[in-house]
């Protein structure tokens, strides 16, 4: 797939969840609804058989909207069972993943929460993930939901992606540059 069609996809997953959140904010179900959207997409990520049926062109769009009645009626609610038949209708059930991601990332922003995604060589202790966690929060002055993630490819230091950046202060980044200076010197 081009860079260009997952941008496309990108930007309709966008406008969708911008129209999803609104009608759940609007119904004061953020959580229920942002939970709901979550089980769907493992449902879809990790059952081959249901992720090929809601794919496969041998079935009408009026049989999927009836068996997802039977599989999901008394299990989600009926703004996401319609939004998924929605989707049927429009044949953007590919793009659900990033619906789901637009969702969790404008649910974020309205509660001013942040995302860090931490990798180190070796697993942090507490006190320095309490650190990392104060000193962070200090900075952005938003509450931050810490990711952890070990990667000994990295050597040592950390790599720190947040929101937009990235702050790269793992030791493998530092002798690849050195490396570089050394050659181009």
Known sequence: MSEENIK?????????????????????????????LNEIENLIMFNSDFNMFLNHPKFSHKEKKEILDDIFKD????????????????????VFKS?????????AEKRRILTAN???????????????RAKLESIYNK?????????????????IEIGDKTID???KTK???????IVQG
């Open 75 to 94: 299990n989600i609610s009926n703004i996401v069972l319609n939004f998924l038949k929605i989707l049927l209708d429009k044949n953007r059930i590919v």
């Open 175 to 181: 002798l690849e540059n050195m490396k570089k200076q």
């Open 8 to 36: 496309q996809l990108s930007i309709i997953g966008e406008r969708y969840a911008g129209a999803l959140f609104a009608i759940a904010e609007n119904s004061d179900r953020l959580d229920e609804i942002g939970g709901e």
């Open 143 to 159: 509450e931050i939901e810490f990711n952890y993630s070990t990667d000994n490819q990295i050597i040592a230091g950390m790599v």
């Open 99 to 107: 619906i789901n991601n637009s969702y969790k990332k404008i649910l």
């Open 118 to 132: 931490i990798t180190t060589a070796i697993e942090m202790d507490y006190d320095v993930r309490a650190k990392l």
């Open 169 to 171: 202060g793992s030791l």
